[in-house]
């Protein structure tokens, strides 16, 4: 399908786009379903993007086929955390009638990286109307991808409420400190009360040990014990690790640089979690999202799935 932007206004014919048109999903047979991961986190400062460069690239030396969507479409800096030169961005994609092939950065066989442009309103407010022309340049990617890992930007916007419903699993971010646990429970409050979303798992960064990890999952499940439609569950901790501050400014990943390192091995712990969690049979979310070409379903509801 061709991406022409408007000769008026110069963006995409969003009005067009009908969100509950089905796809044609059942065009090639043996098709998997794709695990999508939405990295969320509070206000900033909790570690949420090197986490998600970290974990896709630990995906990758684990064998997945796994892509990189910067979604922080106002301070989009994925690309130049690693060092990378994205010329064309989503930017182009949703406005210049870019295909999404042609923004792709390669970082290894197996690690691609869907750059986002920086400072761009238009990007950092996307609705769910923007959000389903993007799944529509998606939809064109003929690569084979086992996970997508969305790297949302910090606190809340439309744009993060409409990927993270849209995504399979919820990863939140969060350092054992009293500001970033109030972001992070008021993250989960306005993504619940708002988008309808109940299951979240909790990722607690840069801590002491695994007793703290667990002390500060313990915190925000009490701070959330009045919503009760509300599930979260531990999905480990990352130590605080001098390997990760020194991999990152060397814009490298801490799994390349120093794999035998206390983070490194345990963000590859948490990969090796995270192909054991249960395979979705389709999207979790209201959009028929970035893996509607991968499933075998031809009338997907637009309901949240508990």
């Known amino acids: ?69 910067d979604a922080d479409l106002g301070m989009a800096n994925v690309d130049t955390l690693l060092g990378l030169d994205a010329r064309i961005t989503l930017d ?33 407010n996307l609705g769910p109307a923007e959000c389903a022309g993007l799944v529509r340049a998606f939809s064109e990617l003929k690569r084979p991808v086992n996970s997508l890992v969305i790297d949302t930007a910090s606190g809340i916007s439309e744009s993060v409420g409409s990927f993270c419903r849209a995504a399979t699993e919820i990863l939140v971010v969060s350092c054992n400190e009293p500001a970033s646990r109030k972001d992070s429970v008021s ?54 690790d001098e390997h990760l501050r020194i991999a990152g400014m060397r814009h490298q990943t801490v799994i390349e640089t120093f794999p035998r390192s206390r983070s490194a091995m345990a963000l590859s712990q948490l990969a090796g979690r995270i192909q054991a969690w249960p395979c979705p049979a389709g999207p979790g979310g209201h959009l ?18 508990p």
């Open 187 to 240: 993250q989960i409050r306005m993504l619940s009360s708002d988008y309808g979303i109940t299951r979240y798992r909790i990722l607690a960064n840069r801590v002491s040990s695994a007793q703290e990890g667990r002390d500060l999952f313990s915190n925000i499940l009490e701070q959330l014990a009045d919503l009760s439609e509300v599930v979260c569950s531990f999905a480990g901790f990352i130590p605080e």
């Open 92 to 124: 182009d994609v949703l406005n210049a009638g870019c295909r999404l092939e042609e923004i792709l950065l390669h970082v290894t066989d197996r690690l691609v990286i869907v750059p986002a442009a920086s400072g761009i309103r238009q990007l950092a």
């Open 1 to 69: 399908m061709p991406y022409n932007a408007n000769p008026q206004t110069g963006s995409m014919p969003f009005a067009d786009i009908k969100l509950t048109q089905p796809f044609n999903v059942l065009e090639k047979p043996g098709r998997q379903p794709v695990q999508v991961i939405a990295i969320a986190g509070g206000k900033g400062g909790a570690g949420k993007t090197s986490i998600a460069i970290n974990l896709s690239m630990a995906l990758a030396r684990a064998g997945q086929h796994v892509l990189l969507l």
């Open 288 to 305: 028929e999202f970035f893996v509607e070409r991968l499933i075998d379903k031809e009338n997907i509801d637009m309901e949240v799935t």
